[in-house]
């Protein structure tokens, strides 16, 4: 019985490692409210979006002047639309369709399986997106860890405020226009540098638009060549989710749990990992400002204890922990998290 429950918790492990780190594709599809042939790429996406893999994907739509100037939501950013049709070639109809930056033909009955074998391609990066709030601003923290390698050394992270708008109708009829590009941070994106197994911390900050619904926004965030167009990941983090500046600190917790990448990352030989039990956690069926037992563990690769950093009763709050590995050799670690029914784990590397 011993043996068959260290094999369970074992693949339980892996198989938490393996969905945390999963690759997520970014869909991108220029559109006009004003094309009478776009509909059918939205109805496309919306089915897909729909299906068992729907949770696996970003996508974002970019209003083009084309075939006509008049779209509203074009007009209220022309200079970033623009900018992102000049960065894949410059086209002059809609729609246009890229699955992970690659231009994909205007054949819907085919999208389901390109992207579903978009979604079960290797992982090549970690990314988790967290950020913060004022009045005025937002900034956006991407946490980049590189877990295989890549063909480009001119890599980028992009930062995209899009908006869900459905009090806007062109002449195609379409009238729920999901996750509009309303600002893009840098229409050729930010470069960085990163190695195998290093561990990134990136950020952007934004100013507020008033003609923005902060209910509405979020932010997708994606790595991107900047020569092949190739997309190696992307996440995303809606307004509500990001953690409010400059009031108390009770409301200042983030009404989600999060367990955050360790860093830095590879480490030697002490590394802090950071995680936030929820103010506001009724989707668990546990009360708000609710205390609970919080157990935080340590494994190495075959799924054995080698450290436990928490275990005791926690209340609502931003926590960080300090590992110290001095004991332990160089290699790969899991380190979980558990808190009534929310259970995280992420990889960490030990190089001495």
């Not at 075939?67 to 950013?77: A, F, G, R, V």
Request: proline content about 3%.
């Amino acid at each position: 019985m011993k043996n068959i429950y260290k094999t369970f918790l074992i693949l339980s492990l892996f198989n938490i490692a393996i969905f945390a780190g999963e690759k997520k594709v970014l869909v991108e599809i220029f559109t006009n409210a004003h094309c009478s042939v776009c509909p059918p790429a939205h109805s496309a996406l919306d089915q897909f979006l729909q299906s068992a893999n729907g949770e696996k994907i970003e996508f974002i739509y970019y209003h083009m002047a084309f075939p006509y100037s008049t779209d509203e939501l074009y007009k209220h950013n022309t200079s970033d639309s623009e900018n992102k049709s000049s960065f894949y070639g410059s086209f002059s109809s809609t729609p246009q369709p890229f699955f992970d930056g690659d231009l994909r033909q205007r054949n819907y009955s085919n999208w389901k399986d390109e992207l579903d074998a978009l979604i079960v391609e290797e992982s090549r990066f970690d990314l988790s997106v967290s950020g913060v709030r004022d009045e005025s601003s937002f900034t956006i923290s991407a946490s980049i860890t590189k877990t295989a390698d890549v063909p480009e050394n001119d890599l980028t992270i992009n930062y995209v405020v899009v908006e869900h708008i459905d009090n806007y109708t062109g002449s195609n009829n379409i009238s729920d226009h999901k996750n509009v590009m309303r600002k893009i941070v840098n229409p050729e994106g930010d470069t960085f540098a990163i190695n195998l197994n290093e561990s990134k911390d990136l950020s952007a900050t934004i100013d507020f638009n008033d003609d923005w619904n902060a209910d509405e926004l979020k932010v997708i965030v994606f790595i991107q060549s900047s020569s092949t167009k190739k997309i190696y990941q992307s996440s995303s983090i809606s307004f509500d989710e990001l953690s409010i500046t400059g009031i108390n600190d009770e409301e200042n917790i983030p009404n989600e749990f999060s367990l955050k990448q360790n860093y830095p990352n590879p480490f030697n030989p002490t590394t802090t990992i950071k995680y936030t039990i929820p103010n506001d956690v009724t989707s668990k069926n546990v009360a708000s400002n609710f205390s609970s037992s919080a157990l935080l563990r340590v494994y190495d690769v075959l799924g054995k204890e080698v450290a436990t950093l928490v275990n005791k009763e926690q209340s609502s709050g931003n926590y960080e922990v300090e590992f110290d590995a001095s004991k332990l050799s160089s290699g790969v670690y899991y380190y979980s998290l558990s808190v009534g029914d929310f259970s995280s784990t992420k990889k960490l590397i030990l190089m001495k």
